[in-house]
């Protein structure tokens, strides 16, 4: 196998960019060349058409049939002149991708001819045959019935000569079956207590956005090694392999320079990104061998949460011409770092101000701690849910694994920060000089950002000086995911903090005072979940547990949190999902854990069965006949010589024989669990019970890979999948 790999590789050709002559032009002449966005909808759609679609995008109203057709024709048009020849609502399931179905503009006529159509109601609402999406019996089979409808505020794209309409995906009883509608409530959800705390301070604000800016980090791996390797194509991570001599231990690949060929596969996606309007902006080596990290400007978070699945399913593709494929995997490799997609989250307003920014005037700096100690007591109350949002079996091999933060919110806010919070805390009863002195002090945060320059890479939601950055998402989680529940959570905390706020001011206490008071108050109440130190410490785990933080033991606990009495009405209050909503998703999320651990199980018993083993006995008959012939011909030395070969034939033996045993009992394990209705019982099984044998059987195929002869081994080992030439 050994010179057959190196031969694939060897084989491999450098790829023109798809288009050579976007190379030359400046990236602003071609960026957002394949979106209908408001300079296309004002060249191909009426003004009052446009100006109708404005409104829905920018405030939510309903569009009417007769303006949809409109914009459908005005749409079908540009298409066309680009050179579609299909539309799809494109829209996000729960599962792990985007789903889209295809139909032609092209419209065969009775009797012969045809033309190109596409009316308002194809625009507005499509039937996919869907009841294969994940529904987690919301819908029942026989009804197949989902429908997905158009969400203006995200603009239409074209892909591959298809218009794709980006969507929102329902059972026909009206329950969400994806990521993008309960994302979009929550938005709403948060424009409205925002605003009302806004108003506060500045009577202009009328809307506020919640802004998102991903960092996408990924693994590469050569084509040809990882065709190689069943478990990575069907698991999309190894389930097998002994870590390399030289991995990650110098830090080189961080700090290296990009590979030739990696550049030309960052280049070649970076202009289909360009051309689609998502704003990339730095791309660079992460920690481990072949992992890297693209990041775009923030966006408003709708925008951004699609222009991230978008670009998952285009570096997919631009991947295969590299002859290359892309791993989002969190741990594809083990033993080296695994890769997350950290959410940096912020709230800016329709004025232009990032409400988690400080300001210049001491005003705008009172609106700055409430809307920043409103979002630390979001996190102490809501953390667990946070933490619950992105929880997946894939995610949870690199949570607390010491590269990413455990399964326990905490929140850093820099020591400077944290200085001037407990400050606040510390002045009992305001006189008026001290008001003065809070105010003067206030006024000074901005040049206490500015030196803070601390940074906590262990904290799962870190204050990053304009942004809360939450880094526990994992590298193919949908952000939306983490997004509905920071989202419904602030929401939550700010409606909590009006309503506060304006108890003591009808009790004729002043506003300003009234709000520095309720800041105080959350302030000391918060103080729990704030943490500056090592968060990947076992230290900091027991300190989380005499604080009395919850923390979240496995991946079933993770979402049997998120249909608790205290989940359910949080998400009821605010209209984001309703109870059997939250139900159906957490059917989902079982039943999809168990169907991972499933495949995984699958796959290594089918490779340790027909690849390791006979492998393993293979090589074990080539030490035992070289014994023999070492005792025919050298009776008199024999014992000597061949003590080291004999110690390896029976370590083989020993390894083969715990891999079989363990594979059997893996085995009967699924057995047992499979036969159980209940999905609950199923999942913590599989959980509990199967899971623990891949490390078993793994650990002793490791094992035998470092003694089998190089040449017999069948799969690609570690240190060649990690070096791309
Ligand atoms: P780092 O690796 O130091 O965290 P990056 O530059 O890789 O920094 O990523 C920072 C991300 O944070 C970018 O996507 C950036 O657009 C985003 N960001 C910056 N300001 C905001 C904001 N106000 N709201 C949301 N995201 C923001
Ligand atoms: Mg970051």
């Known amino acids: ?30 960026f957002g060349a394949d979106v209908f966005d408001r300079e296309k909808m004002r060249q191909y759609i009426s003004k009052e058409a446009y100006e ?3 409104d829905a995008i920018d405030e939510g109203r309903r569009i009417d049939r007769k303006i949809a057709n409109q914009v459908a024709q005005g749409m079908k048009t540009w298409a066309m002149e680009k050179g579609a020849t299909h539309y799809s609502h494109w ?41 294969s999406f994940p529904n987690g019996g919301l819908r029942n089979t026989f009804e197949a019935r989902g429908y997905s409808a158009w969400d203006p505020s995200s603009p239409a794209f074209i892909l591959d000569k298809t218009l794709c309409i980006p969507s929102i995906f329902i059972a ?8 993008k509608t309960p994302l979009l409530k929550s938005l709403t959800a948060v424009d409205k207590a925002a605003v009302e705390v806004c108003q506060y301070f500045e009577k202009d604000v009328d809307k506020v956005n919640v802004t998102l800016g991903w960092e996408q980090e990924y693994f590469l791996v050569d084509e040809a090694l990882f065709l190689a390797r069943p478990d990575l194509m069907q698991t999309g991570r190894t389930l097998m392999g002994h870590i390399a001599a030289k991995d990650q231990q110098l830090d080189d690949h961080y700090f290296g320079a990009i590979p030739d060929r990696v550049l030309e596969f960052m280049k070649d996606f970076e202009q289909q990104a360009y051309r689609l309007g998502i704003p990339l902006k730095t791309r660079h080596n992460e920690v481990a061998p072949n992992q890297f990290e693209c990041a775009p400007m923030f966006e408003e978070a709708n925008i951004a949460v699609d222009h991230n699945t978008l670009l998952m399913t285009i570096m997919r593709r631009v991947a295969l011409r590299h002859k290359l494929r892309v791993l989002f995997h969190e741990k594809p490799f083990l033993g080296v770092n695994g890769s997350g997609k950290h959410c940096n989250w912020s709230l800016c307003t329709n004025t232009g101000v990032n409400l988690l920014a400080p300001g210049k005037t001491p005003k705008n700096n009172i609106q700055f ?4 100690v409103n979002t630390i007591m979001a996190a102490h109350k809501f953390g667990v849910l946070f933490m619950a949002s992105i929880a997946t079996q894939s995610n949870s091999h690199r949570l607390g694994a010491h590269e990413a933060p455990p399964a326990v919110m905490s929140v850093f806010t820099g020591s400077t920060l944290s200085a001037v919070l407990d400050q606040r805390v510390s002045e009992k009863k305001m006189t008026p000089d001290e008001k003065t002195e809070i105010k003067l002090d206030i006024g000074k945060i901005p040049n206490i950002l500015l030196d803070n320059t601390d940074r906590n890479r262990t904290s799962p939601f870190a204050f990053t000086g304009n942004r809360f950055e939450f ?23 700010l409606t909590q903090f009006k309503e506060e706020v304006d108890k003591l001011i009808a009790k004729g206490i002043k506003k300003d005072e009234a709000i520095l008071q309720i800041i105080r108050k959350y302030i000391i109440e918060s103080k729990n979940i704030r943490f500056e130190g090592n968060g990947y410490s076992a230290e900091w785990l027991r300190e989380a547990a005499k604080r009395g933080i919850e923390s979240i033991g496995s991946v079933p606990d993770a979402f049997k949190v998120s249909v608790r009495k205290d989940a359910i009405a949080l998400f ?15 059917e989902i999320n079982m039943e999809n854990l168990v169907k991972k651990i499933q495949i995984e199980s699958r796959v290594l018993a089918d490779l340790a069965a027909n690849h390791i083993v006979p492998t393993a006995i293979r090589y074990q008959n080539i030490l035992i006949q070289n014994v023999k012939g070492l005792k025919d011909i050298l009776p008199d030395e024999y014992a000597d010589m061949a003590a080291e070969e004999i110690r390896t034939i029976r370590k083989i033996a020993r390894y083969v024989k715990a891999i079989r045993e363990n594979t059997y009992h893996m085995v009967d394990a699924r057995k047992k669990y499979n036969a159980m209705d209940d999905i609950v019982a199923r999942a913590t099984g599989y959980s509990e019970e199967v899971q623990p044998y891949l490390d078993k059987i793994r650990h002793d195929i490791d094992k035998l890979e470092l003694i089998v002869d190089d040449e017999l081994w069948p ?6 999948m990690m070096s791309i030439n």
Not at 572 to 586: D, P, Q, S, T, V
């Open 1 to 30: 196998m050994a010179t057959l790999r190196f031969k694939a590789l060897g084989e491999i050709s450098r790829r023109e960019p798809i288009e050579p002559e976007l190379s030359d032009k400046k990236i602003s002449d071609y």
């Open 52 to 54: 109708s679609l404005c």
């Open 91 to 131: 829209f996000q399931p729960l599962n792990d991708s985007t789903a889209e179905k295809h139909d032609a503009f092209f419209e065969p006529m009775w009797g012969g001819g045809s033309f190109e159509t596409f009316k308002g109601e194809l625009l507005v609402q499509q039937e996919p045959d869907a009841s």
């Open 172 to 179: 026909y009883t009206g329950e969400a079956l994806d990521f």
């Open 369 to 372: 701690l409430a809307f920043f």
């Open 471 to 493: 880094r526990a998402t994992g590298s193919s989680n949908n952000c939306a995911a983490p997004l509905i529940v920071i989202n419904t959570a602030i929401a939550e905390q």
């Open 572 to 586: 009821e209050k605010h209209g984001i999902f309703n109870e059997a909503e939250l139900h159906a998703r957490y």
């Open 715 to 720: 799969l690609p080992k570690y240190r060649e």
